[in-house]
């Protein structure tokens, strides 16, 4: 087990940057994703930190050693890949043993290490079968298992459950987490999903065009975003963001969305929001925070009207669609007292979760 | 929130460049063996060239071999203007044509029947494999001997004659050639069938939808083709024997054993230009030629 | 009345008409007209000659009388036939074992350089193999010629002792296999470097975390993953090296004292030079039997291969 830093990273690919100064820091035993969009750097970033790619400039630490030019070989750590890469012609045993066998590990003990991995992943019956009799769920275990029997100081992640369908992800998410709470290594995970990030994280380290945008827990960049691109890229559905322009109303505040609608500002924030008066920004507000408007309005909450563009029926819940000013906004409602397409319904917007953003920087106020 | 790291020990340092001291390290050495095998793999057509421009006089003064000292173009301008040497040229050119033409055509219409699926198409593929296999010195004897009772019963004089070859080249040539192009023509979708056959299209028409699509593997087998016929040396040396049947690589080492003098100078430019076509063709067509030598065994 | 029998008629010369179409058209019909050029090919030139060889093995050198095994049991018994069978072994198994491990060799340093660059490698590489082997045997010869051996100025230069290339029998046999591996090697190269293009990249990534060295990385997962094209190539080359003619025949002509003859020249100097047809014939059915051998092999290997794809 072991801590993990990274101290301005940057890397570059034949003058296209992919990584643009990272810093982090991972703490022993931490789960920590890794998560953004295609092209954001995140697999780059890891695979630096094992070793397969060498990093521009910056360095990289595991435990205290300075390991950047030290190759993948010399490096404690173990990865499970998104393809697998498991060897075609070995069986699922030898697969696991592979890393013990090249470090001449006794035999006893090789036995001994993957059984017990094999019983954690619940793989024991498959140790004799090769990769191509396996199914894509059972593949993925097996990598883990090779991971898991190294006992190394990191793990490392590399998008694993993209390759399978739906129902197994959410299968095997849990199994990952409940993994680590038993195998308690550090971990660096790279996804795309965000789900992924919030249910197995740490901490979400959330990256975007090589940089990082926000680094904290799962509850911190879901209630907190730093910047438009935290606040539209966590949760889903995604937070409704919609151009709107600041008020001033004697000692209030207002946010004016369009003609017909403008909500007003919680006390609490509008100390932070004064020095905005008169700009143009963006006003973010997540769909769980409109809500069907019933009986008395609570305290920086607003009610307000809007004739419904789009029902959709989730069963647990009803997502209602109105639009402002051109913009489709989202709500989430009980499916009790949803109205229909047309009508015009009662919503209640709890503005003490609204955020601001400036358009200029992207960053949330 | 990034929390201060406790940085005793930590030398920081900035690291450029992006290939590991391994990867360079591993780089070098390739360079080096690499180069070390072209050295060995070149220098006998180096060597060619340089004792082509050689006068007999600097050869037989067994000066250092590996040097030009008086460059002389005498050996090709005896050779060009030699009559033997361009009979033997002009009699490999046309062998060689002749058989790409006769095997093109053969092992064209034979590849196309597999897509049809016919009874025998899988025994036709191992059929065609095996008869690759079969090497041409287990077959001229036989062959010989066939020809020479021809000419006995019939009087049709069929040996030593340089198209009796166009003949013969052929059981060389398309077997493989058929295997090459039948692995091209599987990758051509099905659909392309169905879409023509729907457009009434009657297959003598299809030509123009499959060949252009199946060019490359045409261009393929051509040249290999092409290379074989053209290096073709025991055919040529079992079958024809008089110097103006011969084609040139029966030429030109005839020429030699038949002497007593060698004449090193003109023999090497002589395998210099006996080697020119195929090399050319290499030079310019190198993907094509290489995708037919691969056809072979990877398209199993 | 006629005219119902005069439509019927050409109703039926119609319908006629129409199986006759439907015939030619169908699919297995044409399929094997097709084929037919490509069998008539075959069946002459390969299938009846080798056939033809057998009984042409069984006749006298006269071809007047048959003499059974006669032939078989004159070869069986003369010292230079044995020699020839353990020349020609000797030749086919030494040279491929060398154009595979330069092969592989190879292959492994060509796949190490940087994309773009490969191209030209791999171009200078192949020469070896696309000169015409008549053609750069006779180079050879000259390099190994007894009075002005190329090879023999550098040793005088570097007071290194003359060497008898093609006049002492062991260097012969030496100089004949270097010859057949230096214009095969390239074949295996590209090959060998196909089929290492065609083992995943992360296959390698993993196994450098799981600890392998560079040369680990080669026996537990290139070997393995290539072993099928290793096994096909290596039959084809002993197939092709062992049924070897030019090389021997341009470069000792299976001399000194039959010390490097294979069955392919010595059955054309009975044959062709010696005017012995049937004998000629019997020393050329001795490669049958392991050419059969090697041929089964690869078979099975390609359909291993056609399986696994």
């Known amino acids: 087990m072991a801590q993990v830093a990274l101290r301005n990273i940057v890397k ?15 703490a022993d035993r931490e789960f920590i994703v890794l998560v953004g969009p295609s092209g954001c750097g995140k697999s780059t970033t890891l695979r630096m930190i094992a070793g397969l790619e060498e ?127 038993k195998v308690t290594t550090t971990t660096v995970y790279v996804t795309h999903d965000q789900v992924e990030a919030m249910t197995l994280a740490d901490r979400v380290v959330i990256m975007n065009a090589g940089r990082i945008d926000q680094i904290g827990s799962p509850h911190e960049v879901y209630h907190s975003p730093k910047t438009q691109f935290v606040a539209g890229f966590i949760g889903s559905p995604t937070m409704n963001m919609l151009p709107c322009r600041l008020v001033e109303n004697g000692s209030r505040l207002t946010v004016r969305l369009s003609d017909w609608l403008s909500l007003p500002v919680p006390p609490s924030r509008v100390a932070r929001y004064r020095a905005r008066v008169g700009k143009e920004l963006t ?27 789009v029902v959709e029926p989730m069963g647990m819940e009803t997502m209602v669609y109105f639009i402002v000013d051109g913009v489709e906004v989202c709500g989430r409602v009980n499916p009790a007292a949803a109205g229909r397409v047309g009508e015009s319904m009662r919503l209640v917007a709890d503005l003490n979760q609204m955020h601001l953003i400036d358009p200029h920087t992207q960053m949330v106020i | 929130m990034t929390t201060a790291i406790a940085d005793a020990g930590h030398t920081p340092g900035v690291r450029y460049g992006s290939i590991s001291q391994g990867r360079r390290r591993t780089l070098y050495w390739s360079y080096f063996f690499l180069i070390l095998f072209v050295i060995v793999f070149l220098t006998p057509p180096v060597y060619m060239f340089i004792t082509s421009l050689k006068s007999s006089a600097e050869i037989s003064a067994a000066s250092n071999p590996w040097w030009v000292y008086n460059p002389t173009l005498s050996n090709y301008a005896d050779l060009l203007t030699q009559k033997t040497y361009l009979i033997f040229f002009r009699n490999s050119a046309v062998v060689s044509l002749c058989v790409v033409t006769i095997t093109m055509l053969i ?13 025998g198409s899988a025994t036709l593929a191992t059929g065609v494999f095996l008869a690759y296999l079969i090497p041409d010195t287990l077959v001229f004897i036989p062959l010989f001997k066939t020809f020479a009772f021809i000419h006995d019963k019939r009087g049709i004089e069929l040996i030593n004659h340089w198209w009796v070859l166009i003949i013969l080249l052929p059981t060389l040539t ?110 310019f067509l190198m993907d094509y030629y290489i995708a037919g030598l691969t056809a072979g065994a990877t398209k199993g | 009345m006629a005219d119902v029998v005069a439509r019927d008629l050409t109703l039926s010369t119609a319908h006629r008409r129409l199986t006759m179409q439907k015939f030619v058209r169908r699919k297995s019909t044409i399929a094997f007209f097709m084929c037919l050029p490509l069998i008539l090919v075959v069946a002459c030139l390969v299938v009846y000659p ?30 230079t036939f044995w020699m020839v069978v353990e020349q020609t072994v000797l030749f086919a198994v030494t040279a491929v074992i060398f154009k595979a491990l330069i092969g592989f060799i190879a292959a492994h340093f060509v796949h190490n350089l940087p994309a773009k660059g490969q191209r030209k490698w791999r171009g200078m590489l192949l020469i070896p193999w696309v000169i015409p082997p008549a053609m750069s045997t006779l180079a050879w010869f000259w390099l190994f010629d007894p009075s002005y051996s190329a090879f023999n100025w550098v040793f005088a230069q570097l007071g290194i002792p003359q060497v008898a290339w093609l006049g002492n029998p062991y260097w012969a046999r030496f100089a004949v296999i270097l010859v057949n ?48 094209i290793i096994q096909i190539t290596a039959l084809f080359s002993l197939i092709v090296t062992f049924a070897n003619f030019d090389i021997v025949k341009i470069l000792t002509n299976g001399g000194p004292v039959d010390q490097t003859h294979v069955f392919a020249t010595w059955a054309f100097n009975w044959a062709i030079s010696g005017n012995d047809i049937p004998l000629g014939a019997s020393v050329s059915l001795f490669m049958a039997p392991i050419l059969a051998l090697a041929a089964v092999l690869i078979l099975r290997n390609v359909r291993q291969r056609g399986n696994e794809a």
């Open chain 1, 283 to 309: 006003f973010g507000l997540r769909p769980e925070h409109i809500i069907e408007g019933r009986g008395d309005v609570p305290p920086g909450a607003a009610a307000f009207e809007a004739p419904l563009d």
């Open chain 3, 50 to 79: 080798a056939f033809y060889s057998i009984s042409l093995a069984m006749m006298n050198k006269s071809m007047q009388h048959f003499v059974g095994f006669g032939n078989f049991a004159f070869l069986l018994k003369r010292n």
């Open chain 2, 107 to 119: 092992s064209v219409l034979a590849a196309f029947s597999p897509r049809m699926k016919f009874w």
């Open chain 1, 12 to 26: 570059t690919f034949d003058k296209t940057p992919a990584v643009q100064g990272i810093d982090l820091d991972i």
């Open chain 2, 174 to 283: 398309v077997p493989f050639c058929t295997w090459i192009m039948i692995g091209y023509f599987a990758s051509i979708p099905k659909e392309l069938d169905e879409a023509a056959l729907i457009d009434g299209a009657v297959y003598p028409d299809a030509d123009k939808i499959f060949i252009p699509v199946a060019l490359p593997g045409i261009i393929a087998a051509m040249i290999f083709c092409f290379t074989v016929s053209w290096a073709n040396f025991l055919y040529g040396l079992a079958f024809t024997t008089s110097a103006d049947q011969l084609t040139l690589p029966v030429g030109i080492v005839t020429t030699l054993i038949r002497g007593d003098v060698y004449a090193w100078g003109q023999i090497m430019t002589g395998a210099l230009l006996g080697a020119a076509p195929p090399l050319i063709i290499y030079a």
């Open chain 1, 55 to 181: 990093a521009t400039s910056g360095e990289i630490y595991i435990g205290d050693q300075l390991v950047n030019d030290v190759p993948p070989k010399d490096l404690d750590i173990a990865m499970v890949f998104q393809n697998y890469a498991l060897y075609p012609h070995m069986t699922v045993f030898e697969n696991m043993s592979f890393g013990l066998r090249l470090k001449k590990f006794p035999k006893a003990e090789i036995k001994e290490r993957v059984q017990g991995a094999a019983r954690i992943l619940d793989i024991t019956e498959l140790l004799d079968r090769r990769p191509k009799q396996l199914s894509g769920g059972q593949r993925q275990r097996v990598a883990m298992g090779r991971a898991i029997v190294r006992n190394p100081k990191v793990f490392l992640f590399d998008e694993p459950l993209s390759n399978l369908d739906a129902k197994l992800r959410v299968q095997m998410r849990t199994e990952i987490k409940k993994i680590h709470q």
């Open chain 3, 181 to 228: 591996v230096w214009v095969g090697s390239p074949f295996f190269l590209i090959m060998y470097l196909a089929a290492l293009k065609s083992v995943p990249e992360q296959l390698h990534e993993a196994a450098m975390i799981d600890g392998a060295s560079w040369w680990q990385k080669i026996w537990y997962i290139n070997l393995p993953m290539m072993s099928n």
